[in-house]
């Protein structure tokens, strides 16, 4: 009876272990945080930075950015949209868009094609072992 007890014990214990994100996941996800820091530095936008993200299906992610405001500037130099929504996805087609979501209009404001993992491990200048 005890055996059953524990072993019962063990399969709830292993049924609440939380799933380490793949490295697909968190490679996507690095490549669509670096996408929006690189259109926002382009746009003189370094004012936002990460507020929050979540998964909206599969590889669809949405990404919220907030305006970190600074004690010392003056009022007018704020921006009108306090915060910046943006998702992320990836097409079939092996490409990844990423949109600039204001209310109901939305902006593509860039995409580009997926580089195979093989290209990437041959192009790395530099890999952990």
Request: aromatic share 10%; glycine share 4%; charged share 20%.
């Amino acid at each position: 009876m005890k055996i059953i007890l524990i072993v019962l014990t063990l399969f709830g214990l292993n049924a609440c272990k939380l799933e380490k994100p793949t490295q697909q996941v968190l490679h996507h996800h690095n490549m669509c945080e670096g996408l929006i820091t690189f259109f926002l530095k382009t746009q003189n936008l370094e004012g936002y930075k990460l507020l929050k993200k979540q998964v909206a299906s599969g590889f669809s992610k949405n990404y919220t950015y907030y305006y970190r405001f600074e004690k010392n500037i003056h009022s007018k130099l704020m921006p009108t949209r306090p915060n910046l929504n943006f998702q992320c996805y990836e097409k079939r087609d092996q490409t990844i868009s990423i949109i600039l979501l204001d209310g109901k209009n939305t902006f593509t404001i860039l995409q580009m094609p997926k580089l195979d993992t093989q290209i990437i491990k041959k192009i790395t200048a530099y890999q952990n072992p």
